[in-house]
């Protein structure tokens, strides 16, 4: 689990993590959802630390929570054909 997150769960999907800083700032989670209070998952579509250290808590694979498009299998697809060097501007 992460040392500045406490996880506490509040259901089977939903938690409430508390960041351990001077604010004390608490976010409220969903997995099935994939959401969190914070809203870096779901603007990025990458799980955001609060949403990692539920599924440390709980050993639920972060892969699986991952968006498609981030994956190495996705990411080598993009570049699979051969990209091949251009002439300058000047020719």
């Not at 604010?23 to 630390?49: A, Q, V």
């Not at 699986?64 to 994956?71: E, G, P, Q």
Request: aromatic share 14%; charged share 25%; net charge negative.
């Amino acid at each position: 689990m992460d040392t500045n997150c406490f996880v506490r769960r509040g259901g089977e999907f939903d938690y409430e993590v508390s960041h351990m800083s001077l604010t004390g700032d608490t976010f409220s989670i969903n997995l099935l959802r994939r959401e969190c209070f914070y809203r870096k998952w779901l603007i990025t579509g990458l799980p955001c630390c609060h949403a990692i250290a539920c599924m440390k808590d709980q050993d639920i694979n972060i892969d699986d929570y991952i968006l498609y498009n981030y994956l190495k299998e996705k990411y080598e697809a993009c570049y699979r054909l051969m990209t091949y060097p251009a002439n300058g501007q000047k020719l």
